[in-house]
């Protein structure tokens, strides 16, 4: 009977030190379903914000020559299955029989959107739009799998999302798509690097030799991707990863050589002529790095120079709060000492120098491909800042907010002053409905939608100087005046020629959305009634 009863009470006690022992557990898996919960919420609201406010700047933003010439590319794909941009024959005369100054894949893409989507310059906008979705959330993945530091990702979600210029350039042309399959190529890595690394390296190099199909800027992240394997796994290297590696890229190099197989000689001299402004010489190094920081982060970053609004120059204090955070990353040991903030930071360090050696143009566009990085070494930066007290956290709150607020007032400008709808629009209707038959339109790319393609338009900004050819229709705006200005130092006999044909032709129409206009000339052989057409011309800008 004692027996007995020490073995009921054992087993008692048995079972209430399983239940105490269960019981915190069971608190710690629902608070860790809680926080994956919030997490995922955190993340589709971010992502939803992004598509929101980007696709509010797509509807609005003024057009550019380039995106016509895309979207020619690729309509003709989708209507004739034929990859040529008649329209653009003015720089190269060629590219009315096949193009080769591009990489084919984003064009292709983009025929098969319009398919789907319909032919539009918003279709074509759209199509931008989800590929800086997928870079967002790639780079997201990318700095959740190496930091597993949830506050950090979600800083680098917040400032990503809330960057201005993130939006800016994933709302247009392809270099938004070549960025985010690099990115993806990255996450990828990421994501399955600890499962099974050759995985990973293959899935990654995919992504990588896709982008660089897409644009050759996509091939940087093949240089981050080696960062982040020999910080994180570089103990792990195998020989047999090399051949592995190498394969997407063999494989794109041959379907890329397949399709230059059909006129060698024309390649070389289009893809030539297209790399000339890109080029550089690294003999003069210093003199690059000033270039850079001049020409692409002053002057086109920070908008100092003419034509632009006053409020995008506080984009100098975006341009401050990158360079300090790259400083302070550097000499902060708790940052420099983490293997996943140092290699973000070495890629964010190898970026910038690969665009100031190898990048010519010094063009706005290409900070798609460093500007998430920027934002990934800003959040590392205040993280690390919000650990050191509760001042610090308000001085990270600020910083945030104002990031934030001013990418929110930047686009609720725009869109109050929808230069799409205001200044486009009007002066691609107006030619809509007054060209007719066989005449021709000396325009920008952005007309190739109204304008039926190469049956109306030609972009010749030198109006026929070179080609001698006659327009009935010129349309001075933003871009052709800019180049109109230029030549008055570079080539005056162009400019002169150039001055005296427009001085022949009659104003005819003008549209304007703040600093963003279009003016309509007629040609004095246009019967009188084609010339006739005087609608919103009191609002052209004043003189040239």
């Known amino acids: 009977m004692n027996t007995q009863s020490v073995d009921s009470g054992a087993t008692l006690t048995s079972l209430k030190g399983l239940q105490l022992l269960r019981t915190p557990h069971r608190t710690t898996n629902v608070v860790s379903i809680n926080t994956v919960r919030h997490e995922r919420l955190f993340v589709i609201s971010c992502l939803a914000a ?8 797509a509807n609005v933003r003024p057009p550019q020559s380039d995106e ?17 941009i008649p329209t653009w ?16 894949l984003y064009f292709f893409s983009l025929a098969a959107w319009f398919r789907v989507f319909g032919i539009s310059m918003l279709s074509m906008r759209y199509f931008s739009v989800l590929w800086g979705t997928v870079l967002v959330f790639a ?21 990503m999302v809330f960057n201005y210029d993130l939006i800016n350039l994933t709302t247009a042309r392809y270099d938004g798509m070549a960025a985010a399959l690099s990115a993806c190529g990255l996450a990828a890595y990421a994501a399955l690097r600890e499962r099974h690394l050759s995985l990973a390296l293959f899935a990654a190099n995919a992504c990588i030799a896709v982008a660089a199909m897409t644009h050759p800027y996509g091939a940087l992240g093949f240089g981050y991707l080696l960062i982040l394997f020999l910080v994180l796994d570089r103990k792990q290297f195998r020989p047999s990863y090399l051949a592995l590696v190498a394969i997407p890229y063999v494989i794109a190099l041959f379907s890329w050589t ?4 059909q006129d060698v000689i024309m390649f070389k001299s289009q893809f030539l002529s297209n790399a000339q402004p890109h080029k550089t010489s690294l003999l003069h190094p210093l003199s690059l790095l000033v270039s850079e920081l001049h020409e692409r982060y002053w002057v086109l970053f920070a908008g100092m120079r003419a034509g632009v609004p006053v409020y995008m120059r506080l984009k100098l204090g975006i341009l401050i709060l990158y360079l300090i955070s790259f400083i302070a990353a550097v000499l902060t040991p708790t940052i420099r000492k983490n293997k996943a903030s140092s290699a973000l930071l070495a890629c964010a360090m190898f970026g910038f120098l690969a665009l100031t050696m190898g990048e010519g143009s010094r063009l706005y566009n290409y900070l798609v491909h460093v500007i998430a990085l920027y934002s990934i070494v800003l ?6 800042l919000r650990s050191l007290g509760r001042p610090h956290r308000a001085i990270v709150a600020v910083i945030v907010c104002g990031v934030g607020s001013f990418t929110l007032a930047s686009i609720a400008y725009r869109v109050r002053l929808n230069s799409y709808n205001k200044a486009y629009l009007p002066a691609a209707d107006y030619l809509n409905q007054h060209v007719r038959d066989a005449q021709l339109v000396f325009a920008g790319g952005e007309f190739v939608f109204p ?11 030198q109006l026929g100087y070179a080609n001698q050819r006659h327009a009935d229709y010129i349309v001075m705006g933003n871009a052709y005046d800019s180049k109109f200005q230029r030549e008055r130092s570079q080539d005056p006999k162009l400019y002169n020629y150039m001055d005296r044909i427009l001085h022949t032709y009659r104003l005819v129409f003008a549209s304007r959305a703040g600093l963003d206009y279009y003016r309509v000339y007629a040609s004095p052989d246009l019967p009188i009634q084609q010339q006739s057409a005087k609608s919103n011309v009191e609002a052209a800008p004043v003189g040239f």
């Not at 016509?68 to 040529?84: L, N, P, Q, S, V």
């Open 379 to 384: 959040a590392i930066c205040l993280r690390h």
């Open 68 to 84: 016509g010439h895309f979207a020619e590319g690729a309509m003709e794909i989708a209507t004739t299955g034929r990859f040529i």
């Open 89 to 104: 024959t003015a720089w190269l005369p060629t590219l009315n029989r096949h193009v080769f100054v591009a990489m084919p």
């Open 258 to 261: 397949l399709y230059i197989s």
């Open 139 to 159: 780079y997201y993945v990318v700095v959740r799998k190496i930091s597993r530091d949830r506050r950090t990702t979600w800083l680098v979600l917040l400032l």
């Open 50 to 57: 992004y598509v929101v406010l980007a696709v509010l700047l």
């Open 451 to 461: 304008l039926s393609c190469d049956r109306h338009l030609l972009d010749d900004p």
